[in-house]
């Protein structure tokens, strides 16, 4: 795809990345690969880049946002691989749709939805847009949520069966120690 009136070439940017370096990107290169999208500009995060951080700090996010033009298409496996939170999913639209940059996402709650939708007189962001968004991140900010506290609740209970099984265990009779005499 070329624009007409400068014909160069609109870039394909592939945003990827994990919370931990036990973490792989298989997933997200399966889901892009099925996209079948071409020509290919990739920004990674190194592993355990933090999710908190708001995108724009993230090194590779930076550079993407950097080296993208308008025109220019951001590509990414699911939102909650860019961002977590609701402010930072509205700001990132915001960043991207001043620099006239789409966002495609391929998989999960956001797939296939328009978030360039802006009010044709105002610009902002359509209401109907936003309360989505915000809603979708919110169910996703509860997943997360509810998957940490039975993660600590787990860890917690096989914690407590080790103990317990570690003071139900008899404990073996010790060999009486035998000295060799002083002389």
């Given amino acids: 795809m070329t624009t007409a009136d400068t014909g160069s070439r609109m870039a394909n940017l592939v945003y990827k990345r994990v919370s931990t370096d036990q973490q792989s990107t298989d997933r997200q290169n399966l889901v892009l690969a099925e996209a079948g999208i071409e020509d290919l500009v990739v920004f990674e995060e190194t ?18 946002l950097t080296y993208a033009r308008p025109g220019d ?11 977590r939170g609701t402010g ?12 006239q940059v789409a966002l495609r996402i391929h998989d999960g709650a956001f797939f296939a939805m328009d978030l360039t939708a802006r009010h044709p007189r105002t610009g902002e962001l359509l209401s109907t847009v ?54």
């Fill in 88 to 99: 930072h999913i509205l700001d990132v639209l915001d960043v991207l749709h001043r620099a």
């Fill in 47 to 64: 592993a355990g880049t933090s999710s908190r951080l708001h995108p724009p700090e993230r090194p590779k996010f930076g550079e993407l």
């Fill in 130 to 183: 936003k309360f989505m968004v915000q809603t979708l991140a919110a169910a996703g900010e509860l997943q997360r949520d509810l998957q940490r506290e039975l993660t600590y609740d787990g860890l917690r209970a096989a914690e407590a069966r080790a103990t317990s099984a570690d003071a139900a265990r008899p404990s073996r009779p010790t060999r009486p120690t035998v000295c060799a005499p002083r002389t």
């Fill in 73 to 83: 298409t951001v590509h990414i496996s699911e939102m909650f691989r860019l961002v």
